[in-house]
């Protein structure tokens, strides 16, 4: 019989900052989306203080809680490094780790036998000293019920972090307890119509009858049913689709009103998506430019969007230049721009690429210049070597007042400790 | 040379003229970065502050490569939180209890317990000015 095991960390975010600064621990602690807007994460104790998941900072600094509040921008640099540090750890449990998102891990663990609740406590143990990342860990014959163990592990204390719903007996047991809600996938339009059908918990979708969920739910509906019932109907994914589309948008540090900002804005979103597009050896046959007013600070309202296609180019001048032709047309003087974006569209992989008939510029030429600057950039740091036209003191950028150093990336960020 | 055209690789083997009598016998150069295990998932980078370590050899600015898998070991030198302070000091089991002791004497020997935890173990140190 298949095993899965999904290991999901406690408040991601926040533990990433307590893990280099302990004296966080029992401290209320949030982390802010880019630009401080809102909340993202929160320790239990934020939670205990009725912080609200997206509340907006403005409002946390001015109420009665700010003082013992812990706040912090967000420092994806770390995030990403710690999540790596993660799988890298689970990989000795598993060599099939599949790293759903930044903070959740499936391991298949099919054919090991023995104690799966124990080795889950093991798993928790290894990623916490080495990570200082608490976990809790679902333990199922499909991902699902793996899925549904782990929302037990952490909702329920009885557990102690790991929750094995291996045994049907056991799934009996909470199936009854537990709204459809909880469930993989199953969210807005679908509990809906659950609801309409008179089903409300887990074990009613569980017991649905094949034909009435594949009429209902498509064949998602059957294979959901399937998996709930303890068959694994979908594999472990250990790489990461293709991606669609490549997107940088960002709101302004201040309202922007000048040309000369708006251009270092677009260009340097244009030189991160590029960024982002050898990252994934792709090319991008389209994009779009947008700008916008706030919508809710009662300044004059303009949105403007244009999508064009685009000479195909992983040449981060290149697409500068398309990038700013676009915003060109967009720009209209006099309003008070809050936020711009740059998105790359009809993406594939550079070897598939269209050929260019007439290349802005020599192709080899550009993929030397382009693997020089990654490789500066790599050795020294992001935006050490950079196009001019993105800026030098960019007093636009994104606010990220409360970051904390970036520990693990960066040489001198890194920890310090004193001798005694 | 051709514009675009990268210059091969040269490891000692691939030589156009005569065959390099070293071509079987090319290896790897070496990597620092494997010889202090910086890959593995519990090693951190740590930067010692102060000189209460000096006759360890340990001075203000260098840089430690810190285990977090790695047990306590008496004698070894722990990057630890003491009242949320980051200290580096030396391990020592006295009387059935881990203690962090103070090399200039400036502190009594402090017990781990409340207070006081063992974030990693120093494995190795990384001096760039010599």
Redesign the interface.
């Known amino acids: 019989m298949p095993a899965f095991a999904l290991v999901d960390a406690n408040n991601f975010y926040c533990s990433c900052e307590r893990a280099f600064d ?2 966080l621990q029992g401290l209320p602690v949030i982390v802010l989306s880019n630009n401080d807007g809102c909340v993202i994460s929160r320790s239990e104790e934020a939670k205990e203080l009725g912080v609200a998941m997206g509340a907006p900072w403005f409002q946390i600094e001015q109420g009665p809680d700010a003082a013992s509040i812990r706040q912090f921008s967000s420092n994806y640099a770390l995030y990403g490094d710690m999540s ?3 799988l ?2 689970l990989r000795r449990w598993s060599w099939k780790v599949e790293p759903y998102s930044i903070d959740e891990m499936f391991l298949d663990l099919s054919g090991f036998g023995g104690d799966l609740v124990a080795r889950g406590h093991a798993i928790r143990r290894d990623v916490l ?4 990342i608490p976990t809790c860990v679902g333990i199922g014959p499909s991902k699902t019920i793996a899925k549904l163990a782990n929302h037990l592990a952490k909702q329920r204390p009885e557990y102690a972090g790991v929750c094995d719903l291996t045994d049907p007996e056991a799934r009996a047991v909470v199936y009854p307890s537990l709204p459809v809600g909880e469930i993989w996938g199953v969210a807005g339009a679908t509990g809906r119509r659950l609801a309409r059908m008179g089903i409300q918990t887990v074990d009613q979708l569980a017991a649905l009858d094949m034909r009435q969920a594949r009429d209902a739910f498509t064949v998602i509906g059957q294979r959901l049913v399937m998996e709930l019932r303890g068959t694994s109907c979908l594999p472990l994914n250990m790489l990461a689709p293709q991606r669609k589309g490549v997107a940088v948008t960002r709101s302004f540090s201040h309202a922007v009103t000048d040309w000369r900002e708006m251009s270092e804005a677009v260009a340097t979103y244009a030189t991160r998506a590029t960024e982002k597009l050898r990252r994934h050896g792709l090319v991008a046959a389209g994009m779009t430019v947008f700008m916008r007013t706030n919508r809710y600070n009662g300044d004059p309202s303009y949105r403007g969007q244009v999508s064009y296609e685009i000479e195909p180019t992983q040449d981060c001048l290149i697409l500068i230049g398309e990038a700013l032709r676009g915003a060109r047309s967009l720009w209209r003087p006099s309003y008070r721009y809050f936020k711009a974006g740059v998105m790359l569209h009809d993406l594939s992989p550079v070897g598939r690429m269209p050929a260019s008939m007439f290349p802005t510029r ?4 550009s ?2 210049i382009m693997t020089a600057l990654d490789a500066v950039n790599a050795r020294f740091g992001r935006d050490t070597l950079r196009p001019a036209v993105t800026g030098i003191a960019r007093e636009w950028a994104t606010k990220a007042e409360y970051r904390s150093p970036r ?2 990336t960066r ?1 001198d960020e ?7 | 040379m051709d514009a675009g055209e990268l210059p091969l690789a040269y490891t000692g083997g691939e030589t156009t003229g005569f065959q390099s009598p070293a071509s079987d016998y090319i290896e790897q150069g070496i990597d620092l970065s494997d010889v202090l295990d910086l890959d593995k998932p519990g090693v951190y980078l740590v930067r010692a502050s102060g000189q209460a370590l000096a006759a360890r050899g340990i001075f203000e600015g260098d840089v430690l490569v810190a285990d977090t898998a790695a047990p306590p070991r008496a004698g070894g030198v722990a990057i630890a939180f003491v009242d949320g302070e980051c200290v580096l000091a030396t391990l020592a089991y006295r009387e059935g209890a881990w203690h962090l002791l103070s090399a200039d004497g400036g502190r009594a020997p402090r017990p781990l317990g409340e207070g006081a935890a063992i974030w990693a173990m120093a494995a190795a140190l990384v001096r760039t000015e010599v």
């Open positions: 302990p004296a790596r540090r993660i890298e750890v000293r080495e990570t200082k020599d192709p080899r030429a993929a030397r520990y693990t040489i890194i920890m310090k400790a004193v001798a005694i």
